[in-house]
């Protein structure tokens, strides 16, 4: 997967930057606030980003309805992901709203 030199550019909402044919493909560095997806001729597979936390740790959202959990993507401008992202780690938990090309944290996160 290929990401344009203008996707790099700081500073822009969360929006799409690419898509791939497997998750293997996805590289390991995103631009910030770029998602990337995983999918096949005629569907959206996964969702793969870093966390808004920027700690490091990479989301990779399910989007196939007969999988649970899953989420719904709004691909047109400006990005949406549907439900909210609530990753558990160790030592955090980065819980979020992707809306409209923005993060909304959710009021119980810590971080």
Same mark, same amino acid.
């Given at each position: 997967?290929?990401?344009?030199?203008? &996707? +790099?550019?700081? =500073?822009?909402?969360?929006?799409?930057? /690419?898509?791939?044919?497997?998750?293997?493909?996805?590289?390991? $560095?995103?631009?910030?606030?770029?998602?990337?997806?995983?999918?096949?001729?005629?569907?959206? &597979? +996964?969702?793969? =980003?870093?966390?808004?936390?920027?700690? /490091?740790?990479?989301?990779?959202?399910?989007?196939?309805?007969? $999988?649970?959990?899953?989420?719904?993507?709004?691909?047109?401008?400006?990005?949406?992901?549907?439900?909210?992202?609530? =990753?558990?780690?160790?030592?955090?938990?980065?819980?979020?709203?992707?809306?409209?090309?923005?993060?909304?944290?959710?009021?119980?996160?810590?971080?």
């Amino acid at each position: 997967m290929k990401i344009a030199w203008w &996707k +790099w550019l700081p =500073f822009q909402r969360w929006r799409i930057v /690419g898509e791939a044919e497997s998750a293997d493909e996805v590289p390991d $560095r995103l631009p910030r606030n770029g998602v990337a997806l995983v999918r096949d001729t005629n569907r959206v &597979k +996964w969702i793969v =980003f870093n966390c808004p936390c920027r700690t /490091g740790h990479r989301i990779m959202l399910n989007t196939d309805a007969a $999988r649970k959990p899953n989420w719904s993507l709004n691909e047109v401008k400006p990005l949406t992901i549907s439900p909210s992202i609530d =990753f558990q780690g160790a030592n955090r938990r980065c819980h979020y709203f992707i809306r409209n090309g923005r993060i909304v944290w959710a009021k119980d996160t810590y971080r």
